[in-house]
């Protein structure tokens, strides 16, 4: 079953994602939407990760794409009607027929993920009569609440990522290189399980740790470095997002004590993350304690995101996001300092967010592990 389709549990009903999408925007039969966005494809069509379009209304689900994914669309997205691009009908006529056929005078359409050249001529092939108008960010809004279903697979996903991390540790030692650790990371999660990565792996050592989002590169680990990991796995289309700093040899105490800083900051932050919450508040929170602890300008990052379908969802844990957290938001609590020219610490969780508290769904050791 794929993570969104429609299902009971517990006597509930849970719609399909198509389902839900009708709802929300209150479909009539002369109204339907074309979606492009690969991540907005994959969630309506229940698990398609091909190319092309997928229009929805409430006649019709299609997948418009062409020979390359047809069979697969087919068996991916099997309530769904493929159609095939071909010589001189290509996505734009189908649609343009799609519509004509159903009378369609309203078609909703990602004007925020098309180009302009690509958004005129889907408007040239529907006709003037067909109102095009702004999808806009309904479809996200729509994931922010993971299912039942969804969370599950997600929580495998954070699953594999710890269990990579702990097989891993037994292998960093001075000499390796960022690039060698980050090859042993990324193979790891696929032996674990991983589909695929949720996106490229950072490792940071030393005077790298500084950077947030440090390309794994040449410099050999040594002895007293800080190693910043960041990775995540996917799978059944869904990520997940851990960080962990550990330590190589003794750390001078300046580390132990921006260790001690951001995995303070980081429990007080979990603690805190509830339904009801905003998420600048959230935020709020580990900044002042860093800044507290003297280390002002040094946490320059939002302090966490949402995880599905993408890696970086809404809502955002920031300083701008003003956003009421809600049970079944999956978001991401990780402070950090960095400290150029010396190095950083970075510590990241994804966590569930319930009605009274939250669920971290990564759980491997957080105390300051020394190798």
């Given at each position: 079953?794929?993570?969104?389709k429609?299902?009971?549990?517990?006597?509930?009903?849970?719609?399909?994602?198509?389902?839900?999408?009708?709802?929300?925007?209150?479909?009539?039969?002369?109204?339907?939407?074309?979606?492009?966005?690969?991540?907005?494809?994959?969630?309506?069509?229940?698990?398609?990760?091909?190319?092309?379009?997928?229009?929805?209304?409430?006649?019709?689900?299609?997948?418009?794409?062409?020979?390359?994914?047809?069979?697969?669309?087919?068996?991916?997205?099997?309530?769904?009607?493929?159609?095939?691009?071909?010589?001189?009908?290509?996505?734009?006529?189908?649609?343009?027929?799609?519509?004509?056929?159903?009378?369609?005078?309203e078609?909703?359409?990602?004007?925020?993920?098309?180009?302009?050249?690509?958004?005129?001529?889907?408007?040239?092939?529907?006709?003037?009569?067909?109102?095009?108008?702004?999808?806009?960010?309904?479809?996200?809004?729509?994931r922010?609440?993971?299912t039942?279903?969804?969370?599950?697979?997600?929580r495998?996903?954070?699953?594999?990522?710890?269990?990579?991390?702990?097989?891993?540790?037994?292998?960093?030692?001075?000499?390796?290189?960022?690039?060698?650790?980050?090859?042993?990371l990324?193979?790891?999660?696929?032996?674990?399980?991983?589909?695929?990565?949720?996106?490229?792996?950072?490792?940071?050592?030393?005077?790298?740790?500084?950077?947030?989002?440090?390309?794994?590169?040449?410099?050999?680990?040594k002895?007293g470095?800080?190693?910043?990991?960041?990775f995540?796995?996917?799978?059944?289309?869904?990520?997940?997002?851990?960080?962990?700093?550990?330590?190589?040899?003794?750390?001078?105490?300046?580390?132990?004590?921006?260790?001690?800083?951001?995995?303070?900051?980081?429990?007080?932050?979990e603690?805190?993350?509830?339904?009801?919450?905003?998420?600048?508040?959230?935020?709020?929170?580990?900044?002042?304690?860093?800044?507290?602890?003297?280390?002002?300008?040094?946490?320059?990052?939002?302090?966490?995101?949402?995880?599905?379908?993408?890696?970086?969802?809404?809502?955002?844990?920031?300083?701008?996001?003003?956003?009421?957290?809600?049970?079944?938001?999956?978001?991401?609590?990780?402070?950090?300092?960095?400290?150029?020219?010396?190095?950083?610490?970075?510590?990241?969780?994804?966590?569930?967010?319930?009605?009274?508290?939250?669920?971290?769904?990564?759980?491997?050791?957080?105390?300051?592990?020394?190798?």
């Amino acid at each position: 079953m794929c993570p969104h389709k429609g299902y009971i549990r517990k006597g509930v009903i849970f719609l399909t994602a198509s389902e839900r999408l009708i709802n929300q925007l209150r479909l009539g039969p002369k109204a339907a939407v074309a979606v492009h966005d690969p991540s907005n494809m994959f969630y309506l069509t229940e698990g398609y990760t091909g190319e092309g379009l997928v229009y929805i209304s409430e006649a019709s689900r299609v997948i418009i794409t062409d020979f390359r994914y047809t069979e697969q669309a087919e068996r991916q997205a099997p309530d769904f009607r493929v159609e095939m691009i071909g010589k001189g009908r290509n996505h734009n006529k189908i649609l343009a027929e799609l519509v004509k056929a159903e009378a369609i005078t309203e078609l909703r359409v990602e004007t925020n993920y098309l180009s302009v050249d690509d958004f005129e001529a889907l408007r040239g092939a529907v006709g003037e009569e067909v109102s095009c108008v702004p999808l806009n960010k309904v479809l996200q809004q729509l994931r922010q609440i993971k299912t039942p279903n969804e969370i599950v697979v997600i929580r495998k996903a954070c699953d594999i990522t710890s269990e990579a991390f702990n097989a891993i540790l037994p292998k960093i030692q001075p000499g390796m290189t960022e690039k060698e650790l980050q090859i042993e990371l990324d193979f790891t999660m696929l032996r674990l399980g991983a589909d695929e990565l949720a996106f490229d792996t950072i490792i940071a050592s030393g005077e790298n740790g500084s950077l947030c989002h440090a390309i794994p590169g040449s410099r050999t680990l040594k002895n007293g470095d800080m190693i910043t990991m960041d990775f995540g796995a996917k799978v059944g289309g869904y990520c997940s997002d851990m960080t962990r700093t550990v330590a190589l040899g003794q750390p001078s105490d300046e580390m132990r004590k921006v260790y001690e800083t951001v995995l303070r900051a980081q429990s007080m932050c979990e603690d805190a993350l509830m339904a009801g919450k905003t998420c600048s508040d959230i935020d709020k929170l580990a900044r002042d304690y860093i800044d507290a602890r003297g280390y002002a300008g040094r946490f320059g990052h939002g302090l966490g995101h949402s995880v599905g379908i993408d890696i970086h969802e809404d809502p955002r844990l920031s300083q701008t996001c003003n956003d009421i957290l809600q049970a079944g938001h999956v978001v991401t609590v990780e402070p950090g300092i960095y400290l150029p020219g010396i190095g950083g610490v970075r510590i990241e969780d994804t966590c569930l967010v319930k009605e009274n508290g939250c669920v971290p769904l990564t759980t491997a050791d957080k105390q300051l592990i020394i190798l």
